[in-house]
């Protein structure tokens, strides 16, 4: 079975966000970058089936050599290739359309995205590139096993979850239930080493085809100040939920 | 050129969602300056959609469509934006319009932003406010392709009443072949799930263990409300994956968010910053959620929250 992983390059869960001065871009000064958390997931599900399954297991990126940690973070925990399509990425269009383009003349049976990057959130890489090569497509995936070229999965739905099965190849939208917090791997040394060695083909971009263009950012406006009630005067309490806030 | 405003349903009902939805796109198309036409799936009775300004329904009846299947629902609504000459695709913030909008936007050709907020700010480039960074910040972005999709964030418009007369019309699609199959749904029953939810009351290891939930559940009987915990508590086993809430669990966008014993890790205000109004009941006062919240109370939560559920008793008995 032939794994493609996509991975995000994004900021960490801890980090404060800020923009440049003219609030066009992301100001990335002092923050560290990560493997995108869902696709982290989705990485760890795949180390399993090339443990168990003897799957191969490549990830793919599409940025600036920024983004070449990350892929080699990817590669220490145990993917045997990376591959980075070199061009800054403009929109989620884009993006799906570059990993569409590879993936038509180097085909997977089974491609894993996570469900959203945490940075620009837009949830539709997977889904676009489903679209484009009229591959099957399950996202908010919480389960997978593989038996037979068949695939069972479990998708998180509004109040619960469901049980899908279909063909490979598959492309699926993965999140935390396809492997657990616990299950997700540090890169040892070895691992690292390894890495050195291991394949990172930078290959250049399609074209540069999008549909949507982010123009410019802003933080939310700072809040008031929280307003404290006593404990022994939750009346209080209700009666401002009630008579300021409106919510009761 | 017409809005086409695509409403959700479960066993032919309405989802709340619909109302929102159809306020927001009834706005649109005003500013566009075109018409307005609502795609129900399964649904016998829309009538309620013309308190908020739906005038024409386009409506599907089909029971192959009972279960959803993104590609297949995303085909049919694509078949319906073609033949009314749709520029502008209204969908929710739903885990399955989510799961549906890329493939309906590669059927159109359509450009799509997912977490918008508001009306455009303008029309020409087509440009919307969206939440991106989960939350923790607005992005101004534009589509720049012919058909645009918008997938409009939940509680961020709100509802507006807008009685109209409404006209409708059934639509025959032909359906795509079927390759998932659902095997089976689990859903979690007599609860009302996040997403549908007005109220979340949701705790964090102050609360101490799993024994102790049933501070959390009173009161979100009390209020009628959803349950929700932290990503340690999920982490611990104490509750189901489904409940927590945070940057890699459930985004919430609530009217009043209630937040028992959870400390206010960043990756959790992200996940809530939506929500309108937030109160926090934690014994630390030093915990960063008071940063965050609109309403604060520093107590012992097992002293605090079985007296304000008394009283919010009392509340409701009253107002009710």
């Known amino acids: ?248 | 050129m017409s809005v086409l405003a695509y409403i959700e349903s479960t066993k032919g009902i309405i989802k709340k969602n619909a109302f929102e939805i159809v306020s927001y796109s009834s706005a649109l198309a005003k500013q566009l300056g075109i018409e307005l036409i609502v795609l129900s799936i399964n649904v016998d009775d829309n009538s309620e959609l013309s308190k908020y300004g739906a005038t024409r329904i386009v409506k599907v009846l089909n029971p192959e469509l009972d279960n959803f299947d993104a590609k297949i629902t995303g085909n049919v609504i694509a078949q319906v934006a073609k033949d009314i000459n749709a520029t502008h695709i209204v969908i929710s913030s739903s885990v399955d319009s989510k799961y549906m909008a890329p493939l309906l936007t590669i059927d159109l050709e359509a450009g799509y932003l997912s977490n918008v907020v508001e009306l455009p700010s303008n029309l020409n480039p087509f440009t919307v406010k969206r939440t991106s960074f989960t939350n923790k910040a607005f992005c101004d972005a534009s589509i720049v392709s012919d058909i645009k999709i918008i997938g409009l964030s939940s509680n961020a418009f709100g509802i507006i009443e807008n009685e109209s007369t409404l006209s409708e019309e059934v639509y025959n699609p032909s359906l795509l072949q079927k390759n998932i199959t659902l095997k089976s749904t689990e859903k979690i029953s007599g609860k009302i799930s996040i997403a549908d939810a007005d109220v979340v009351v949701s705790g964090g290891r102050g609360l101490k263990g799993p024994e102790n939930w049933n501070l959390v559940e009173d009161l979100a009987d009390t209020l009628g409300a959803a349950t929700a915990c932290s990503k340690p508590v999920s982490d611990m086993g104490w509750r189901p994956h489904s409940e927590h809430v945070g940057q890699t669990g459930k985004p919430v966008a609530t009217n009043l968010y209630i937040a028992i014993g959870i400390s206010g890790a960043i990756q959790h205000l992200a996940g809530i910053n939506s929500s309108k109004v937030k109160v926090v009941i934690n014994n630390d006062p030093e915990a960063p959620f008071f940063k965050a919240a609109d309403y604060g109370v520093v107590g012992d939560a097992f002293d605090v929250v079985p007296r304000l559920n008394e009283k919010l008793k009392a509340f409701k008995a009253q107002n009710s």
């Open chain 1, 1 to 248: 079975m032939k794994i493609l992983v996509c991975i995000s390059h994004v900021p960490d869960t801890t980090s404060k966000i800020n923009f440049s001065d003219d609030n066009k871009m992301f100001d990335n000064q002092g923050v560290q970058f990560v493997i995108n958390p869902n696709d982290e997931f989705g990485l760890t599900r795949a180390m399993w089936f090339k443990e168990k399954q003897n799957a191969t297991v490549d990830v793919i990126n599409v940025g600036s050599s920024v983004t070449e940690p990350t892929l080699r973070k990817a590669l220490a925990i145990g993917a045997d290739k990376a591959i980075r399509i070199d061009s800054e990425p403009i929109d989620g269009f884009f993006v799906a359309k570059q990993i569409s383009d590879y993936i038509t003349s180097n085909p997977y049976d089974l491609i894993i995205a996570g469900r959203e990057s945490i940075d620009y959130n837009g949830a539709m890489v997977p889904g676009l590139i489903a679209g484009l090569t009229k591959m099957n497509f399950i996202t908010n995936c919480t389960n997978l096993e593989i038996e037979n070229n068949f695939a069972t999965l479990e998708r998180e739905i509004d109040g619960g979850k469901e049980i899908l099965t279909c063909n490979l190849p598959l492309i699926i939208g993965g999140q935390k239930g396809l492997v657990e917090e616990s299950d997700l791997r540090i890169p040892n040394m070895r691992g690292i080493m390894q890495a050195r060695q291991k394949p990172l083909d930078v290959i250049p971009c399609s074209d540069l085809d999008s549909k949507t263009k982010s123009i410019k950012f802003q933080k939310p406006a700072p809040r008031e100040e929280v307003k404290l009630v006593s404990s022994d005067n939750l009346d209080q309490l209700i009666e401002m939920l009630h008579n300021e806030a409106k919510v009761l």
